[in-house]
């Protein structure tokens, strides 16, 4: 079976249950500025999913809603899957880590989102939304309870963290 949505990086459908409270406090005081003085080339994102499923194509959403009442903005991030990365820890059985980086068009959408940013009043605050989306394949039988493991990488030296604990998602109600 088809997907067309993972959900908010499963934000959503899982909560912050599912966020580690170490991650909670190492992202305590993460911002805007921060993210975009990383060098995009290094950051990568790992999903550690059923071995049965396969993940293609993926392209992050960003929905962005200004403070100020203007339009909201929606910026498409195309990911591309380097080769198998040795810093990610080996899955468990029957698990297997996809690994993505910022493809080139998704470099240069990052790139606009830092200069839009820039020219955005300082202390203003919007409301985000990321999704993700792929081409992947589900076996049906996982439809209903999803495995999902979301790690990433913000800088090589410190290497991968998990974002988001192994959680079931409900993928059954997701446009297929």
């Known amino acids: 079976m088809k997907r067309r949505s993972l959900l908010a990086l499963a934000l959503l459908a899982a909560g912050c249950t599912s966020v580690p409270v170490s991650t909670m406090?190492?992202?305590?005081?993460f911002n805007a500025e921060q993210l975009f003085a990383l060098d995009p080339a290094h950051l990568r994102?790992?999903?550690?999913?059923?071995s049965r499923a396969t993940m293609k194509n993926v392209t992050i959403s960003l929905d962005v809603e200004p403070p100020d009442g203007s339009a909201r903005r929606t910026y498409l991030?195309?990911?591309?899957?380097?080769?198998?990365?040795?810093?990610?820890?080996?899955?468990?059985a029957?698990?297997?880590?996809?690994?993505?980086?910022?493809?080139?068009?998704?470099?240069?959408?990052?790139?606009?989102?830092?200069?839009e940013y820039a020219s955005a009043a300082k202390?203003?605050?919007?409301t985000l939304k990321i999704a993700a989306s792929?081409?992947?394949?589900?076996?049906?039988d996982?439809?209903?309870a999803f495995p999902l493991r979301v790690d990433v990488l913000l800088d090589p030296a410190e290497g991968f963290f998990t974002l988001i604990s192994e959680t079931k998602l409900d993928l059954s109600?997701?446009?297929k």
């Not at 690994?99 to 240069?108: D, H, I, V, W």
């Open 45 to 50: 994102a790992a999903a550690r999913v059923d």
């Open 142 to 144: 996982l439809m209903r």
């Open 25 to 29: 406090w190492r992202l305590r005081s």
């Open 94 to 115: 029957n698990r297997r880590w996809f690994a993505f980086a910022l493809s080139k068009p998704g470099l240069a959408e990052f790139q606009r989102i830092k200069r």
């Open 123 to 126: 202390g203003s605050r919007g």
């Open 77 to 92: 991030i195309p990911l591309e899957q380097p080769v198998d990365d040795p810093r990610l820890e080996r899955p468990p």
């Open 173 to 175: 109600q997701q446009k």
């Open 134 to 140: 792929d081409d992947g394949t589900i076996p049906p």
